[in-house]
Nanobody
Framework: QVHVVESGGGLVQAGGSLRLSCAASGGTWSISNMGWFRQAPGKEREFVAVISWSGGSTYYAGSVKGRFTISRDNAKNTVYLQMNSLKFEDTAVYYC?????????????????WGQGTQVTVSS
């Protein structure tokens, strides 16, 4: 069983920056990819970014590419999401998720373990 916990959410002004952290524990050796998703009230949960745990390759949603950066610290079993040039549209609950399967994962059903989310609010 892998446990995932997000932190670092908060309130920022448009154009500002925020860094989210995701700490994984338990059977972390089974993790192939770590991803970030977000969900606004009444909206579908959408993919944000994913990183390969071993190789470090990344993939981003078009809406955040160039503004967000996903990274990992394997020694700390932690992944980060650096968010720059934040927009009002980025407001959502951000979730960290772990996938056991190899390859890029961009759909919610492809992830096996989920955190409880951290709120990010961007004021306009």
């Amino acid at each position: 069983q892998v446990h995932v916990v997000e932190s670092g959410g908060g309130l920022v002004q448009a154009g500002g920056s925020l860094r989210l952290s995701c700490a994984a524990s338990g059977g972390t050796w089974s993790i192939s990819n770590m991803g970030w998703f977000r969900q606004a009230p009444g909206k579908e949960r959408e993919f944000v970014a994913v990183i390969s745990w071993s190789g470090g390759s990344t993939y981003y949603a078009g809406s955040v590419k160039g503004r967000f950066t996903i990274s990992r610290d394997n020694a700390k079993n932690t992944v980060y999401l650096q968010m720059n040039s934040l927009k009002f549209e980025d407001t959502a609950v951000y979730y960290c998720a772990a996938a056991r399967g190899a390859g890029f994962r961009t759909a919610t059903y492809e992830y096996d373990y989920w955190g409880q989310g951290t709120q990010v609010t961007v004021s306009s």
